[in-house]
């Protein structure tokens, strides 16, 4: 995802093990002045976080944005209730698909798009042990046969 003006800051990789993707989305998030400091630093963690619409609004929970170090009194609460950037009618479709069962709204990473922070945001369907298993298989034998070719070409 490395395009121009583009740069990652943060990836849940736990995302895609976890679960299938099925539609990406991206999205502006609203931070206050130390947390872009912190962010810039790298001091943002996207593990365990989700998303929500509450009000015909979309909201991220759970990400933890480390407190600035010289940003004393202006230091937001690391773990608080973020809102995101997206047309309405967007939010409204969204709505419509989560009601489904076994679909959610995960963060799958963060990155600066110009001076702005985006986060891209997954609609995804939780994976069952033996995908996970049958994901694993896979990466393994592609592990292998990339392995064999490269000895062959040598």
Known sequence: M???GLKTIAVN???RHEYFVLESFETGIVLVGTEVKSIRQG???LKDSWCSIDGGEL???GMHISPYEKGNIFNADPLRV???LMHHREIDRLLG???QD???LIPLSLYFKGSRVKVQLGLCKGKKLHDKRDAAAARDAKREIDRALKTRNQ
């Open 13 to 15: 990789r736990k995302a």
């Open 82 to 84: 973020r809102k995101l």
């Open 97 to 99: 698909t989560l009601k």
């Open 43 to 45: 001091g943002v963690n």
């Open 102 to 104: 076994g679909l959610t």
């Open 59 to 61: 909201w991220i929970k």
């Open 2 to 4: 490395q395009q121009e």
